[in-house]
Antibody, heavy 124, light 108 residues
Framework: QVHLVQSGAEVKKPGASVKLSCEASGYTFPNYYMHWIRQAPGQGLEWMGIITPSGGIASYAPRFQGRVTLTRDTSTSTVYMDLSNLRSDDTAIYYC?????????????????WGQGTLVTVSS | EIVLTQSPGTLSLSPGERATLSCRASQSVSSSWLAWYQQRPGQAPRLLIYGASSRATGIPDRFSGSGSATDFTLTIRRLEPEDSAVYYCQQYGSSPFTFGPGTKVDIK
């Protein structure tokens, strides 16, 4: 049974940084890409980036490039999302999501297993 | 980046009816790599369809997807009250991966 357990809610001031975690279990961690997706209150879904757990290589959506960093710890099967220079419009639920396809299989980018989400509130 | 447009914005239907949701892409989606998700209030999204027409594990056959290139459709037959949700399309043919704005389905 695949489980993604995310860290708890955060409240931050504008200009600060936040680092969220997502611990995976129930499958072979290095074998599947992991993504981060966010959803502002009452709004749609926005893809932020992808990381290859085996090699730690990450790729980001252009609008987050320079502000977001994805990392992983293979010893604990945990991925992390660090978002800097927070603004009020970064207030959102942040989800870690496992890809449907195994690494090196064409067609990655299908969002299969979702964490429970972490609410980040940015307010002065 | 590929921009996805969904229509209608809201669909109000009765149990047992059929829902037809549209997703249009600003450019052709490579290999028909388009997915659909269901999001009920207060829950994370759930994968329904990938590859435009393949159902994800455990998804009932009342849900079906079709289409290619720039025009895609999600059809839900024999609507049930539990189908009340927002439905998003998403393309994974090119980075950045993008979502449509969603269609809200109300079952009255």
């Amino acid at each position: 049974q695949v489980h993604l357990v995310q860290s708890g809610a955060e409240v931050k001031k504008p200009g600060a940084s936040v680092k969220l975690s997502c611990e995976a279990s129930g499958y072979t961690f290095p074998n599947y890409y992991m993504h981060w997706i966010r959803q502002a209150p009452g709004q749609g879904l926005e893809w932020m980036g992808i990381i290859t757990p085996s090699g730690g290589i990450a790729s980001y959506a252009p609008r987050f490039q320079g502000r977001v960093t994805l990392t992983r710890d293979t010893s604990t099967s945990t991925v992390y999302m660090d978002l800097s220079n927070l603004r009020s419009d970064d207030t959102a639920i942040y989800y870690c999501v496992r890809d449907y396809v195994r690494i090196a299989t064409p067609g990655n980018g299908i969002f299969d297993y979702w964490g429970q989400g972490t609410l980040v509130t940015v307010s002065s | 980046e590929i921009v996805l447009t969904q229509s209608p914005g809201t669909l109000s239907l009765s149990p047992g009816e059929r829902a037809t949701l549209s997703c249009r892409a600003s450019q052709s989606v490579s290999s028909s790599w388009l997915a659909w998700y269901q999001q009920r209030p207060g829950q994370a999204p759930r994968l329904l369809i990938y590859g435009a027409s393949s159902r994800a594990t455990g998804i009932p056959d009342r849900f079906s997807g079709s289409g290619s290139a720039t025009d895609f459709t999600l059809t839900i037959r024999r609507l049930e009250p539990e189908d009340s949700a927002v439905y998003y399309c998403q393309q994974y043919g090119s980075s950045p991966f993008t979502f449509g704005p969603g269609t809200k389905v109300d079952i009255k």
